[in-house]
């Protein structure tokens, strides 16, 4: 066996016995091309790249936090993603930090690339920065990075008071994951240290944020991008990331709380689907299947394959409009109407029931079509273009930014629960985007939807198959070549799917 075939299959078989299943991300290219018929639904072929006050001090123990400080502390839309700045090392270097609640490792730039301004210089912070002599790597389902791990002093300009020692991985090469437009230059992964490479032993932000600081193990989020058009230049949206509780004036109504089903991910359980007020009368384990998360670092909500196929045979039912062609449910397409005409009264809203705390329960978020029928860019004057906000997935439903736009979100971990309510800036024209309702009985439902179907069966058979192959490969290889094969890491499903920032427009 010639020498590099070995080790290609080596690093093939090392992907697949990881149980990875890449999946491509799919960007709009923005090289648009419209032509100047227009019709009530015009689609056109877009080119598609294999390049995202004292109430609420209360829940504050310590009395040392104050939430309003850090309102509007974000930056960002759902299409390149949601950040907050940071100031790292000694002096303090200013840098914008995308906001991930589907990772764990909090990473920076620190050698220049050609797509953000500036990164991270830790020979300017001598006196603080710790280099640990230990190599680390994060592969998203979008590009992935390569880096050391270190320590330095991080402060939050608008976060909780202090300065403090932070784990920070220092990006020194990467493949994708820097994207032009983009305006930050690091992330923060707020998931659990079990998503944490090189291993859960490098305790993440949120985790070292709270035993440092004694702030209560909570942290909630709003993201305001809900109705803006998703490619325009500058940064209009924004939010909030409340750091230690939640915030009374960044909601209306009740807090709807859902268990988190493990902590890893923050993993949840859906129990039911509905498009208009129509149920899609799935097995609900199938609304889970591998499993269900919400994560900021997602632009859509993503759905299980049969999920997905049985929404747009839903709405295309219910919109109104006989002549979608496939490609705009696949993504591959935009939708463009008549500047001013805007589309969203042909379609239905989407409801998604998830698990009350009381587990013969369940309450209901509702989109309206504003949030997942999303405007892209104003194309030549005269037309308005929308993309499909929901894409088909094969590692699970993902509660993405589409969704989170809608609620503000507590991710409550003291408890071991999320929580919606329903967003103060998930409005247009006075007009509300976002519905929550409940309780309503969760009896019509098996009493444990998740992890039922872990995956696809065919791709089971395949996984199965090529792994026996690599096994072979592998013995081989280890015996010809003495060569040190560990697996990567104990949880090695974890690495294919934190899939940051998806579908980003530039
Ligand atoms: C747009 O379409 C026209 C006609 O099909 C083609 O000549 C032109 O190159 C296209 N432009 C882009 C940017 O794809
Ligand atoms: C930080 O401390 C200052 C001065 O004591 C205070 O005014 C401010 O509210 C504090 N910020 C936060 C987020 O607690
Ligand atoms: C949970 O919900 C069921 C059904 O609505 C109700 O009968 C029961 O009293 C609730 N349990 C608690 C502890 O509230
Ligand atoms: C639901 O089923 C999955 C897989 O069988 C199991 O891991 C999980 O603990 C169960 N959850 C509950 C609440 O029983």
Same mark, same amino acid.
């Given at each position: 066996?010639? $020498?590099?075939?070995?080790?290609?299959?080596?690093?093939?078989?090392?992907?697949?016995?990881? *149980?990875?299943?890449?999946?491509?991300?799919?960007?709009?290219?923005?090289?648009?091309?419209?032509?100047?018929?227009?019709?009530?639904?015009?689609?056109?072929? /877009?080119?598609?790249?294999?390049?995202?006050?004292?109430?609420?001090?209360?829940?504050?123990?310590?009395?040392?936090?104050?939430?309003?400080?850090?309102?509007?502390?974000?930056? +960002?839309?759902?299409? &390149?993603?949601?950040?907050?700045?940071?100031?790292?090392?000694?002096? *303090?270097?200013?840098?914008?930090?995308?906001?991930?609640?589907?990772?764990?490792?909090?990473?920076?730039?620190?050698?220049?690339? $050609?797509?953000? !301004?500036?990164?991270?210089?830790?020979?300017?912070?001598?006196?603080?920065?710790?280099?640990?002599?230990?190599?680390?790597?994060?592969?998203? !389902?979008? +590009?992935?990075?390569?880096?050391?791990?270190?320590?330095?002093?991080?402060?939050?300009?608008?976060? @909780?008071? +202090?300065?403090?020692?932070?784990? #920070?991985?220092?990006?020194?090469?990467?493949? *994708?994951?820097?994207? @032009?437009? #983009?305006?930050?230059?690091?992330?923060?992964?707020?998931?659990?240290?079990?998503?944490?490479?090189?291993?859960?032993?490098?305790?993440?932000?949120?985790?070292?944020?709270?035993?440092?600081?004694?702030?209560?193990? #909570?942290?909630?989020?709003?993201?305001?991008?809900?109705?803006?058009?998703?490619?325009?230049?500058?940064?209009?949206?924004?939010?909030?990331?409340?750091?230690?509780?939640?915030?009374?004036?960044?909601?209306?109504?009740?807090?709807?709380?859902?268990?988190?089903?493990?902590?890893?991910?923050?993993?949840?359980?859906?129990?039911?689907?509905?498009?208009?007020?129509?149920?899609?009368?799935?097995?609900?384990?199938?609304?889970?299947?591998?499993?269900?998360?919400?994560?900021?670092?997602? !632009?859509?909500? &993503?759905? @299980?394959?049969?999920?997905?196929?049985?929404?747009?045979?839903?709405?295309?039912?219910?919109?109104?409009?006989?002549?979608?062609?496939?490609?705009?449910?696949?993504?591959?397409?935009?939708?463009?109407?008549?500047?001013?005409?805007?589309?969203?009264?042909?379609?239905?809203?989407?409801?998604?029931?998830? =698990?009350?705390?009381?587990?013969?329960?369940?309450?209901?978020? %509702?989109?309206?079509?504003?949030?997942? #029928?999303?405007?892209?860019?104003?194309?030549?004057?005269?037309?308005?273009?929308?993309?499909?906000?929901?894409?088909?997935?094969?590692?699970?439903?993902?509660?993405?930014? %589409?969704?989170?736009?809608?609620?503000?979100?507590?991710?409550? =971990?003291?408890? &071991?629960?999320?929580?919606?309510?329903?967003?103060?800036?998930?409005?247009?024209?006075?007009?509300?985007?976002?519905?929550?309702?409940?309780?309503?009985?969760?009896?019509?439902?098996?009493?444990?939807?998740?992890? *039922?179907?872990?995956?696809?069966?065919?791709?089971?058979?395949?996984?199965?198959?090529?792994?026996?192959?690599?096994?072979?490969?592998?013995?081989?290889?280890?015996?010809?070549?003495?060569? @040190?094969?560990?697996?990567?890491?104990?949880?090695?499903?974890?690495?294919?799917?934190?899939?940051? /920032?998806?579908?980003?427009?530039?």
């Amino acid at each position: 066996m010639a $020498p590099p075939a070995a080790l290609l299959a080596l690093s093939f078989c090392l992907s697949v016995s990881d *149980g990875s299943i890449l999946v491509p991300l799919r960007l709009f290219s923005g090289n648009f091309n419209f032509s100047s018929a227009v019709g009530l639904v015009a689609l056109r072929q /877009v080119a598609l790249t294999a390049d995202g006050s004292g109430l609420s001090l209360a829940s504050d123990p310590t009395g040392t936090v104050n939430f309003l400080d850090m309102v509007n502390n974000l930056k +960002g839309d759902s299409g &390149r993603g949601y950040y907050i700045e940071l100031s790292i090392g000694t002096p *303090g270097q200013k840098m914008n930090i995308l906001v991930d609640t589907g990772s764990s490792n909090f990473a920076v730039a620190a050698a220049p690339h $050609p797509f953000i !301004t500036h990164f991270f210089n830790t020979a300017l912070s001598s006196s603080s920065y710790q280099y640990t002599g230990q190599g680390v790597a994060v592969r998203y !389902t979008q +590009g992935n990075w390569n880096g050391e791990l270190g320590m330095d002093l991080v402060s939050i300009p608008e976060g @909780p008071n +202090g300065t403090f020692p932070i784990n #920070i991985a220092a990006i020194l090469s990467s493949e *994708g994951f820097f994207l @032009p437009d #983009i305006n930050w230059q690091g992330i923060l992964g707020l998931a659990y240290p079990l998503l944490a490479r090189p291993d859960p032993s490098v305790t993440p932000f949120f985790d070292s944020l709270v035993q440092q600081l004694g702030i209560p193990d #909570i942290f909630s989020l709003q993201m305001c991008g809900a109705g803006l058009s998703a490619s325009s230049t500058v940064d209009a949206a924004g939010g909030s990331l409340i750091m230690g509780g939640t915030e009374s004036t960044l909601y209306t109504g009740p807090v709807w709380y859902t268990p988190i089903v493990e902590e890893w991910y923050y993993q949840v359980e859906v129990l039911k689907l509905e498009v208009g007020n129509q149920n899609l009368e799935l097995d609900c384990k199938e609304y889970n299947t591998d499993k269900a998360i919400v994560d900021s670092g997602t !632009t859509l909500l &993503r759905l @299980p394959v049969n999920v997905f196929n049985a929404l747009v045979t839903a709405i295309t039912r219910s919109s109104l409009i006989q002549e979608f062609s496939s490609g705009f449910w696949d993504g591959t397409k935009l939708a463009c109407w008549m500047k001013g005409e805007t589309p969203w009264r042909f379609f239905p809203k989407l409801s998604l029931y998830l =698990r009350a705390t009381n587990s013969s329960q369940s309450f209901r978020l %509702t989109i309206l079509p504003q949030l997942y #029928i999303q405007q892209i860019t104003d194309v030549d004057g005269t037309l308005d273009c929308f993309r499909f906000g929901v894409s088909s997935s094969v590692n699970g439903l993902v509660i993405g930014a %589409t969704v989170m736009e809608g609620f503000y979100v507590v991710f409550d =971990r003291a408890q &071991r629960r999320l929580g919606f309510a329903l967003s103060n800036c998930a409005v247009s024209a006075g007009l509300p985007l976002s519905e929550i309702a409940g309780p309503f009985s969760a009896a019509d439902v098996a009493s444990n939807c998740s992890g *039922g179907v872990r995956n696809e069966p065919v791709l089971w058979v395949i996984s199965y198959a090529l792994i026996a192959v690599c096994a072979l490969v592998l013995i081989v290889l280890l015996l010809l070549l003495v060569v @040190p094969c560990r697996r990567r890491n104990s949880f090695g499903e974890i690495t294919d799917e934190s899939s940051l /920032v998806r579908h980003r427009i530039k």
